[in-house]
């Protein structure tokens, strides 16, 4: 009888778990639904990535514009905002001068950079489930 005390906080535990993590997995099944959901219309939208894109895009011209703008209106910033979005090349792999542009500008266009590749491949496969159906 006394070895049967100590197993069953054990199996307890071990049940609680067991549950914990099947909720987890149904949590992240339910975010990652939720995020197909939201950004490609469950892969039936490609204008839904468009429009993420445009906002990304937006989002961060807003912050180049803010840390680092100039007063001439901002093109500047959107020029560096949209050339982040396409390219992933960090520009410290260049071995260019980046006439003043700070670390941390680098490595906000750099988070662009991979946000514009997900968004740009996203769409191409919404797409291209869009016109096979």
């Given at each position: 009888m006394s070895g049967n005390r100590?197993?069953?906080?054990?199996?307890r535990v071990r049940k609680w778990a067991g549950k914990t993590w099947v909720r987890l997995r149904f949590l992240w099944a339910w975010i990652a639904s939720q995020f197909l959901r939201w950004v490609t219309g469950y892969g039936e939208k490609p204008?839904?990535?468009v429009v993420w894109s445009l906002g990304i895009v937006g989002?961060?011209?807003?912050?180049?514009?803010?840390w680092f703008g100039e007063p001439e209106?901002?093109?500047?910033?959107?020029q560096l905002s949209l050339g982040a979005f396409v390219t992933l090349v960090p520009i410290s792999a260049l071995d260019i001068d980046?006439?003043?542009?700070?670390?941390?500008?680098?490595?906000?266009?750099e988070i662009e950079g991979?946000?514009?590749?997900f968004l740009v491949a996203l769409?191409?496969?919404t797409l291209a489930r869009s016109i096979q159906r």
């Open positions: 100590g197993r069953a906080p054990l199996a204008q839904r990535v989002i961060f011209w807003a912050i180049f514009w803010r209106g901002g093109m500047a910033a959107l980046t006439g003043g542009i700070s670390d941390r500008a680098i490595l906000l266009a991979f946000f514009g590749m769409f191409v496969a």
